[in-house]
């Protein structure tokens, strides 16, 4: 496969523009719980604390944008590593369960795409939907995703905390942390309580 780094760093130009939520376009029923007046913060009841809690997160960082030749068109892709690791938590001592660390290489799906060997690791090949900046970013979050259900195997927790939403992830002990949002689904004043 012939390809060509980007010369620009890789932080200019990145996809995601998280200034603003979008409307999901959508009707939301805010009156099946509670009358819309008297929404507020819901304090959970009392129960048994679980005695072994096992947290887990993901990170990624764009090593490098890639121009390859597919055929007679050059496409872009982007070297990408993803690392994910666990952390278990038992009484009062906190140590590591299991940390995975994966360099790959994301581009629409090509049959002249394959894995990028380097001096300093190989990035191995996973398709993209598309070309689009968008496409290549969801690809590479969907490996991260991949490697944090890696990293939360073989465990004897009471409770999993994934940072992010449960999404292919199908732990019966897991909640899903979610500390940001890209569609907004309440009305203003709803939104008011969550945000």
């Not at 990624?60 to 007679?72: K, V």
């Not at 799906?109 to 380097?118: E, F, W």
Request: glycine share 8%; with cysteine; net charge negative.
């Amino acid at each position: 496969m012939r390809f060509a780094v980007e010369s620009w760093a890789p932080e200019y130009g990145i996809a995601v523009d998280g200034t603003h939520l979008d409307d999901t376009g959508g009707s939301v029923d805010v009156t099946l719980e509670a009358d819309p007046d008297e929404w507020a913060p819901i304090a959970p009841t009392p129960g048994e604390l679980p005695e072994v809690v096992l947290f887990v997160d993901g990170v990624r960082r764009i090593d490098a944008r890639i121009w390859f030749h597919d055929d007679d068109v050059v496409r872009p892709g982007v070297c990408a590593t993803v690392a994910a690791g666990s952390v278990m938590c038992r009484g009062s001592e906190a140590f590591v369960h299991e940390v995975q660390v994966q360099r790959g290489f994301f581009a629409r799906s090509a049959p002249t795409a394959g894995p990028i060997a380097t001096r300093h690791g190989a990035y191995q090949y996973f398709p993209c939907a598309g070309d689009t900046a968008e496409d290549l970013y969801l690809g590479i979050h969907e490996q991260m995703t991949t490697v944090e259900s890696h990293v939360a195997t073989g465990h004897d927790a009471d409770l999993v905390v994934f940072d992010g939403p449960l999404r292919h992830r199908n732990d019966p002990k897991a909640v899903g942390y979610v500390k940001t949002q890209q569609v907004q689904y309440l009305p203003d004043d709803q939104q008011a309580v969550v945000a």
